[in-house]
């Protein structure tokens, strides 16, 4: 294990000179578009949730119970991603998976009633499923042919994009209806597609650098991955299932912030619309700025220190967001949750590629996002029982068990010392 870990770090600090590559950087491009845009769509859709809500006529409960369709159709399609990534290529799926989603997001406004709302996001939600395991399992592709780990970054890009949505659409949520809206998000996003795609298309995966040892290969082995990589996935189900369920303490907490946040604020404080979106915006606004300083944070620290202070900063930010007196402090409540959430997720995804390649990104995407899955219906159900602030408690509750399992798996993470 040292000697893995002396490897590791020589590949690490070498990585600069093939970050020169063009052809790795108009991957890299690429692959930074489409979280970027995956992002920009999920928060447009999330920001024009109230207003779906008063056009359906739901109930917290209700709401909740259709909400869930994102998730479901979400974690539905994840492991069959992963196997079509092995069988199709991840880029492939990327694209198909991206064009899609744009198409999907245009759906929600049609409905009126919370049954067919429940019924889109299902179709909604696979596309987005499906659109995560792929360009994550793509990202994972190319770090391993930069050698430097670079995830954070990816993350960032759909942080960014997450909050330029959330931006736009606190703007013009007062003069635009949500079916205008939610169209010209599906034409953006059709078009990012074709752009990005070219160059996705253009570019076959990189493969797994030779200098890698053997043992290593599954670090990004795509479907032009070695085959003994695939075979480590059984063995490896362990870690990878370990930084599934710290993925899932993010997901959870990213979910209950995308489709309560907004309600928190304007049903609990009274904040107007531009405010209420806002909440999701500076929230989206602080991952970014945690995810893109996330690369050096992870390399100077380590991956489990930063996972601890990460776990720790989420738990203070979403007491503050989740009981403050004011819709302001509640923002910043929100800001501070975002800072310390920001890395968990891309870290764990990141580590469980290395041990599993595009089937361990799927495992571990499919146990994360469990916390989507569990998380708006728990949240929806504890609102009626109790409140929506006892309710966002929650999200608290869970970065603190993030902290534990950072504890408890921090042997496993050596990814970025050096």
């Not at 928190?264 to 619309?273: M, N, T, W």
């Not at 915006?281 to 944070?297: D, E, K, N, Q, Y």
């Not at 930063?306 to 007491?319: E, H, K, R, V």
Request: glycine share 14%; net charge positive; with cysteine.
């Amino acid at each position: 294990m040292p000697l893995l870990n002396k490897t590791r770090s020589a590949l690490f600090r070498a990585g600069p000179q093939h970050a020169t590559d063009p052809r790795l950087v108009r991957l890299r491009i690429a692959i930074t578009a489409f979280f970027a845009v995956d992002g920009f769509l999920f928060a447009g859709w999330v920001v024009r949730i109230p207003a779906i809500k008063a056009q359906t006529g739901a109930g917290a409960n209700t709401l909740g119970l259709a909400l869930l369709g994102v998730s479901a159709g979400a974690v539905a399609f994840m492991l069959l991603t992963g196997r079509l990534c092995r069988r199709f290529g991840s880029h492939a799926v990327t694209i198909a998976s991206a064009a899609a989603l744009s198409l999907s997001i245009a759906l929600p406004p049609l409905t009126h009633s919370a049954t067919a709302l429940g019924l889109v996001l299902l179709v909604f939600g696979a596309a987005y499923g499906s659109l995560n395991v792929a360009m994550n399992s793509a990202a994972v592709d190319l770090i391993a042919a930069l050698r430097r780990p670079v995830m954070p970054s990816f993350h960032a890009a759909f942080s960014l994009g997450g909050m330029l949505g959330a931006g736009l659409g606190g703007l013009i949520a007062g003069g635009v209806s949500p079916t205008v809206h939610l169209l010209l998000l599906a034409v953006t996003g059709l078009l990012v597609t074709a752009l990005a795609g070219r160059a996705l298309h253009a570019h076959p995966a990189p493969a797994v650098p030779e200098r890698l040892p053997a043992e290593d290969r599954g670090a990004g082995a795509g479907p032009e991955g070695s085959g003994r990589s695939r075979r480590r996935t059984g063995r490896l189900s362990g870690p990878v299932l370990g930084f599934g369920l710290l993925a899932l303490c993010t997901a959870y907490g990213e979910g209950a912030m995308a489709d309560w946040g907004a309600l928190h604020l304007s049903e609990d404080l009274h904040a107007g619309p531009g405010l209420a979106a806002a909440g999701y915006a500076v929230f989206a606004l602080a991952m970014t700025i945690g995810r893109l300083s996330g690369t050096s944070v992870v390399q100077r620290f380590g991956p489990a220190r930063a996972l601890i202070a990460g776990g720790t900063t989420a738990t203070a930010g979403m007491l503050l967001g989740a009981w403050a007196p004011t819709a302001w402090a509640a923002c910043a409540g929100f800001a501070i949750t975002g800072l310390g959430l920001a890395n968990i997720f891309p870290v764990a995804i990141a580590r469980a590629g290395e041990a599993g390649g595009p089937q361990g990104v799927a495992v571990a995407s499919t146990v994360g996002y469990g916390g989507m899955l569990l998380g708006p219906p728990a949240i929806g159900f504890l609102a009626e029982a109790f409140t929506l602030p006892s309710a966002l408690t929650s999200v608290a509750v869970l970065s603190a068990v993030a902290v534990l399992l950072s504890y408890t798996t921090r042997g496993a993470h050596h990814t970025g010392r050096g």
